[in-house]
């Protein structure tokens, strides 16, 4: 029965992607911020999408809406659906994966967004250990895990189609270089992430699967805004080269050139998009 199944499903794949013009994009935590920021610039090209969310599912049909929106205003027609799941948990985890089988019968793009922030960002001296598997189990467990889960699914599709080609992409940060003694779990949950990108690049790429990390810097959202003044006379100051907070589009749009397949010699790479937060200067 086994084999059955595996080769029924195999069968929906290929009559679904011969079927269906667009590809689609999975996005975890993508009700608001920089996941919403992904959403909207890859339906505006015209991706069908998969928004997950956490808690939020007010926000995350909205997003759904507007990404609607967003494609028809570009002459697009796209399928968009929500999908609730906590990305800390596994079994959450395999069934976002199995929505996505069952409601589009293929994945191009794995986006890894969700994540949340050090909570109560204790000093390093006082961070709780409590705290600290809390933040890892969303910010870096549930990225590596979604990775394996997708990228066995992607080497499947490409088994039936060698010029197929797929991306994950993890949303790091700057703070996987930056050191802020108050976010440790923070910063070193998303210096994980860095090499978890690397593993996989290496892992998949025989399957034509290329896996990219993009680094922000600091951009709008829920997360920034009880720290926007302290950034506002930052940023003013002269922290980052390009003088203004980031948005969220700003993250899309290098999702974008990365999904569209404009980087295809490049594999396990860091794409900033920070303002030139990067650049030493004397």
């Known amino acids: 029965m086994g084999k059955i199944r595996f080769w029924m499903l195999n069968v929906y794949q290929v009559i679904y992607s011969f079927l269906s013009m667009n590809q689609v994009a999975l996005i975890t935590?993508?009700?608001?911020?920089?996941?919403?920021?992904?959403?909207?610039?890859?339906?505006?090209?015209?991706?069908?999408?998969?928004?997950?969310?956490a808690n939020n599912q007010a926000a995350a049909e909205d997003t759904v809406k507007c990404s609607i929106e967003h494609a028809k205003a570009e002459g697009h027609e796209i399928r968009a659906a929500i999908c609730q799941a906590d990305i800390g948990q596994a079994a959450d985890r395999e069934r976002l994966v199995s929505f996505v089988r069952n409601q589009f019968g293929q994945l191009d793009l794995l986006v890894n967004n969700a994540g949340i922030t050090s909570i109560g960002r204790s000093d390093l001296l006082e961070a709780s250990e409590e705290n600290w598997d809390?933040?890892?189990?969303?910010?870096?467990?549930?990225?590596?895990?979604?990775?394996?889960?997708?990228?066995?699914?992607?080497?499947?599709?490409?088994?039936?189609?060698?010029?197929?080609?797929?991306?994950?992409?993890?949303?790091?940060?700057?703070?996987?270089?930056?050191?802020?003694?108050?976010?440790?779990?923070?910063?070193v949950a998303k210096a994980g992430l860095r090499m978890v990108t690397k593993l996989f690049a290496a892992r998949l790429a025989d399957a034509g699967?290329?896996?990219?990390?993009?680094?922000?810097?600091?951009?709008t959202s829920d997360m920034t805004n009880p720290v926007k003044s302290k950034y506002d006379k930052m940023i003013n100051e002269g922290l980052t080269p390009i003088r203004r907070w980031g948005e969220p589009g700003d993250v899309g749009k290098a999702v974008v050139a990365l999904a569209q397949d404009y980087f295809p010699f490049t594999t396990g790479d860091v794409f900033n998009v920070d303002g030139g937060f990067t650049i030493r200067r004397i």
């Open 29 to 53: 935590g993508a009700s608001r911020g920089i996941g919403r920021g992904v959403a909207l610039e890859l339906a505006a090209v015209g991706w069908d999408l998969v928004i997950n969310y």
């Open 134 to 187: 809390a933040l890892m189990a969303i910010n870096l467990k549930g990225p590596f895990f979604l990775c394996q889960l997708v990228g066995s699914w992607m080497v499947e599709q490409n088994n039936l189609n060698d010029s197929w080609r797929g991306k994950i992409i993890n949303i790091s940060s700057i703070s996987s270089d930056a050191v802020s003694s108050n976010r440790g779990d923070y910063c």
């Open 209 to 219: 699967i290329n896996v990219y990390e993009i680094c922000p810097g600091i951009i």
